[in-house]
């Protein structure tokens, strides 16, 4: 699996001469604790954190007067941990540890495209029935075009399959995408075309 396949998109970033009110509200508002931070061209140069945030507070108020009011260039970390949309989901896993990092942007010619938080890499190395149950069913949407032609149910890594299928192939293909799904460990066969 890679970074693709299990990033946030499209990445929600705070340019680097906004009020540092703007990432609180951003932070808030997506539930997430740091975002990529952007230049004028979009281009990555760091990360704010809700660590950053409290860092600053302690040295004193979010808001000052006037035009002497921080930006978030003015309290971001430096260019953080990167990856790129076909890196290998356990090699972030890896760099997430050895660097301490919580969150990665996944950049193309240094604009970010996507996020991987450690909640994205934790649902894809530990998945929950929970979690392989909306992948599984994600996959089955994206191969019907879109469209909710199938159901799938998972308890204890077993998934069930609900639905037709116009022919044996459809049928096959179902059956794959749900089987090969982080945490799921056996497919109930589903109901075969008539």
């Given at each position: 699996?890679?970074?693709?396949d299990?990033?946030?998109?499209?990445?929600?970033?705070?340019?680097?001469?906004?009020?540092?009110?703007?990432?609180?509200?951003?932070?808030e508002?997506v539930?997430?604790?740091?975002?990529?931070?952007?230049?004028?061209?979009?281009?990555?140069?760091?990360?704010i954190?809700e660590?950053?945030?409290?860092?600053?507070?302690?040295?004193?108020?979010?808001?000052?007067?006037?035009?002497?009011?921080?930006?978030?260039?003015?309290?971001?970390?430096?260019?953080?941990v990167?990856?790129?949309?076909?890196?290998?989901?356990?090699?972030?896993?890896?760099?997430?540890?050895q660097?301490g990092?919580?969150?990665?942007?996944?950049?193309?010619?240094d604009?970010?495209?996507?996020?991987?938080?450690?909640?994205d890499?934790?649902?894809?190395?530990?998945?929950?029935?929970?979690s392989?149950?909306?992948?599984?069913?994600?996959?089955?949407d994206?191969?019907?075009?879109?469209?909710?032609?199938w159901?799938?149910?998972?308890?204890?890594?077993?998934?069930?399959i609900g639905?037709?299928?116009?022919?044996?192939?459809?049928?096959?293909?179902a059956?794959a995408?749900?089987?090969?799904?982080?945490?799921?460990?056996?497919?109930?066969?589903?109901?075969?075309p008539?």
């Open positions: 699996m890679h970074a693709k299990i990033m946030s998109a499209p990445a929600r970033t705070v340019r680097a001469d906004a009020p540092l009110e703007d990432a609180v509200a951003l932070l508002e539930s997430i604790t740091a975002a990529p931070v952007v230049d004028e061209h979009g281009a990555l140069i760091g990360l954190s660590l950053d945030l409290l860092r600053h507070q302690t040295a004193g108020p979010l808001a000052g007067e006037g035009s002497g009011a921080p930006r978030v260039g003015e309290v971001m970390s430096g260019l953080p990167v990856a790129w949309p076909e890196a290998n989901v356990t090699d972030i896993a890896a760099t997430m540890v660097q990092a919580h969150t990665v942007p996944v950049v193309v010619d604009h970010v495209v996507g996020v991987v938080s450690r909640c890499v934790l649902r894809t190395i530990l998945p929950t029935d929970g392989a149950q909306g992948e599984a069913q994600r996959r089955l994206a191969y019907a075009g879109g469209r909710h032609r159901s799938v149910t998972v308890h204890d890594g077993d998934a069930t639905g037709t299928f116009d022919d044996e192939t459809e049928h096959a293909v059956e995408l749900v089987r090969t799904t982080a945490g799921v460990a056996s497919v109930h066969p589903a109901e075969p008539a």
